[in-house]
């Protein structure tokens, strides 16, 4: 559970202790708990998909391979263990529904909004969609209409803007997301009792529990930036064409120093896509000073990751290159993205 929904829920408690609101029920009917869980997991990924999508868009000249960012991160009313709960606390009126839409993006300048449904994409209706496309079928069964209508969209972006069909209070509506193509990645919460971030070469997931630990957007964002940097220079292939073991075993010998070498290259990135997002790279030394002293043993010790003292090193390093780099219109060129095809 993340500190902002602790404190949502310590001031509900607070709440319903009072004599007067004791005998009030919410007037869904729901438990106000998972209410309340259900909209700080939205805060979240809200936050979350801001982030990516400025980190994203913000890095698209250094990018060699590019890929639609509309800014809106939708979501499938089967990703969710209580669908009745979903429906009324996120707006759910079909089976597709905007979560997020990131400040600044091609689904902000739409005018879409989050609780919108998606009923069709350039006229091919979402309930044509498979809830359980065999073409999806690494995905876990929930996620796969979600995965279909993400790349219905990405495919009629490559060529021209979209026109989505949307459901908004009960009216039915038209609008157009501009075709805008940038740094590829998606980005979402995963509900977890661990902390920790991943990049399995499209998207960018950042657990619950971490998110405990971010004080401001650009402490969020130095994980974001890592993680996005781990897509950017295509490590999860190329570990798998090395036949690197990910797992236990991948903490020794061989497979252990080149995923190390893999997350060097994401922490000396990082630092390059903040600064060229507005974010302060500062934040990925404090976060990781604070973060390492915190959890020295786990991650920190293991052989596949320096130590939190070398990583710091690596930031400053890196802040130090970019000071000897000229910008050009505000923005440093990162040279790990340099010798990319
Ligand atoms: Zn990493």
């Known amino acids: ?52 999508y400025r980190l994203a868009e913000a890095n698209t000249p250094y990018c060699p391979r590019k890929a639609a960012q509309t800014g809106l991160l939708l979501h499938d009313i089967d990703q969710y263990p209580d669908p009745a709960v979903a429906r009324f606390a996120l707006g759910f009126d079909t089976a597709v529904t905007i979560i997020a839409v990131a400040p600044d993006s091609p689904g902000a300048t739409a005018g879409l909004l989050p609780g919108d449904d998606i009923l069709a994409i350039n006229g091919v209706s979402i309930e044509d969609v498979p809830a359980d496309d065999p073409a999806f079928a690494k995905e ?16 009629v972006l490559v060529e021209a803007d979209a026109t989505l069909d949307i459901l908004r209070g ?115 030394i404090r976060f990781w000073t604070r973060y390492g002293k915190e959890h020295g043993k786990g991650i920190f010790s293991a052989s596949t990751h320096y130590r939190w003292k070398k990583r710091v090193r690596l930031f400053e390093e890196e802040r130090k290159k970019m000071a000897a780099t000229e910008p050009v219109n505000g923005k440093y060129a990162p040279p790990l993205l340099a010798g990319l095809d």
């Open 170 to 284: 009960g009216e039915r509506m038209k609008m157009t997301v501009a075709s805008q193509q940038a740094c590829p990645s998606r980005f979402q919460i995963t509900v977890s009792e661990d902390r920790g971030a991943s990049a399995d070469g499209k998207i960018v997931s950042v657990t619950s529990r971490m998110a405990e630990y971010f004080l401001n957007d650009d402490e969020f964002a130095a994980v974001v930036a890592h993680e996005l940097a781990h897509n950017l220079l295509k490590h999860r292939n190329r570990l798998d064409a090395a036949e690197v073991n990910r797992g236990f075993f991948g903490q020794f010998g061989k497979s252990a120093s080149q995923i190390k070498s893999t997350e060097i290259e994401a922490d000396r990135l990082s630092v390059w896509l903040m600064a060229n997002a507005g974010y302060d790279p500062q934040a990925a």
């Open 140 to 155: 876990p069964v929930e996620y796969r209409r979600i995965a279909a209508v993400n790349e219905m969209l990405d495919k």
């Open 1 to 52: 559970m993340s500190a902002m929904i602790r404190i949502c829920l310590s001031l509900l408690a607070l709440l319903f202790a009072s004599p007067l609101s004791a005998q009030d029920t919410p007037a869904s009917g729901f438990d106000p708990d998972a209410i309340l869980a259900l909209k700080g997991l939205q805060l979240l990924d809200q936050r979350l998909n801001a982030i990516g």
